[in-house]
Nanobody, 114 residues
């Protein structure tokens, strides 16, 4: 059974930075396109970034130039470097593969507030 464990969230002021991590166990991520998602309570889940097998990332327009997604296939881990954070980035962040979701992890809460 695949387990996703997200970490690195927290409370940060606008303009601050956080680095999220996603540790995957039970499957090798190297063969999958992976994604970072975010979801606020009562809202639809949003794809924030996708990362190809080779590490090429694509982003939703609202985070372009501020977020960087990357992966370490050897460590079965992926990351999301979040800079210049804004209030509207406040959400619970999740990782998963792009196609055919595994069971979702708990996610990690990111709160941007002054």
């Amino acid at each position: 059974q695949v387990q996703l464990v997200e970490s690195g969230g927290g409370l940060v002021q606008p303009g601050g930075s956080l680095r999220l991590s996603c540790a995957v166990s039970g499957s090798k991520i190297s063969i999958y396109v992976m994604g970072w998602y975010r979801q606020a309570p009562g809202k639809q889940r949003e794809l924030v970034a996708s990362i190809s097998h080779g590490g090429v990332a694509n982003y939703v327009d609202s985070v372009k130039g501020r977020f960087t997604a990357y992966r370490d296939n050897d460590k079965n881990t992926m990351f999301l470097q979040m800079n210049s954070l804004k209030h509207e980035d406040t959400d619970v962040y999740h990782c998963n593969r792009m196609y055919g979701f595994w069971n979702w992890g708990q996610g990690t809460q990111v709160t941007v507030s002054s």
